[in-house]
């Protein structure tokens, strides 16, 4: 039980483009989501927390109309990039929380921006 | 906020030996403190959490201590093998979010 999915694995895009993630909890509903980003050989930074049906919170620092999250549903929430450049290059992780404050991650997405 | 520092950076030991990674936080509400093992490129596996109310809790070959009034908290391996070498993370939450230690890559020589 408790698993979590995220689509893509890896993308590459070009410098200017938008770069869409899905999160899903495929066997538990998770009215909380997490996106997480984490460069190599270091530890992962909490962006924003994702709520089912409301806004997202965002992190001190992290840009809210450059990573666009929406938590349409309760085993779905997307991280949009937008017009993405090489610094956003990255690899992003999402969690989704299991009671009573468990989180299961994902198997993350590498993004690289050309 | 709340802050957690995690050490050591890197550990290596040698197949059969014990491993220690401590950490501490500085918020003395956070109530929740999960381990998470991380293999190069693969998500974060949750592998014990240890809750305020408790002081210890062991699974197996690992095991978790919680000092709440000294604000640290430690991961315990036992009889380390070779499948231990990995990034391991601790965390530390007060309400929903987890806020992460450093990471620790252990190294398990055989």
């Known amino acids: 039980g408790a698993v979590v999915s995220q689509h893509p694995s890896w993308v590459i895009c070009k410098s200017g483009t938008s770069v869409k993630i899905e999160c899903r909890s495929l066997d538990f509903q998770a009215t909380t989501m997490f996106w997480y980003r984490q460069f190599p050989k270091q530890s992962l930074m909490l962006m924003a927390t994702?709520?089912?049906?409301?806004?997202?919170?965002?992190e001190q620092g992290v840009e809210k109309d450059k990573f666009l999250i929406n938590h349409a549903s309760l085993t779905l929430s997307t991280l949009t990039v937008t017009s993405a450049h090489p610094e956003d290059s990255s690899f992003y992780i999402c969690s989704a929380r299991a009671n009573p404050d468990t989180q299961y991650f994902g198997p993350g997405t590498r993004l690289t921006v050309l | 906020g709340e802050n957690v520092e995690q050490h050591p950076s890197t550990l290596s030991v040698q197949e059969g030996d014990s491993a220690v990674i401590k950490c501490t936080y500085s918020d003395s509400a956070s109530n929740y403190f999960p381990w998470y093992k991380q293999e190069l490129g693969k998500r974060p596996q949750l592998i014990i959490d240890?809750?305020?109310?408790?002081g210890e809790k062991k699974d197996q070959r690992i095991a978790v201590t919680l000092n709440k009034t000294a604000k640290h908290f430690s991961l315990h391996i036992t009889e380390t093998q070779p499948e231990d070498s990995a990034v391991y993370f601790c965390?530390?939450?007060?309400?929903?979010?987890?806020?992460f230690g450093q990471g620790t890559t252990l190294q398990v020589k055989p």
């Open positions: 240890i809750r305020s109310n408790v």
């Open positions: 994702s709520n089912e049906g409301s806004k997202a919170t965002y």
């Open positions: 965390a530390a939450s007060r309400e929903v979010k987890l806020i």
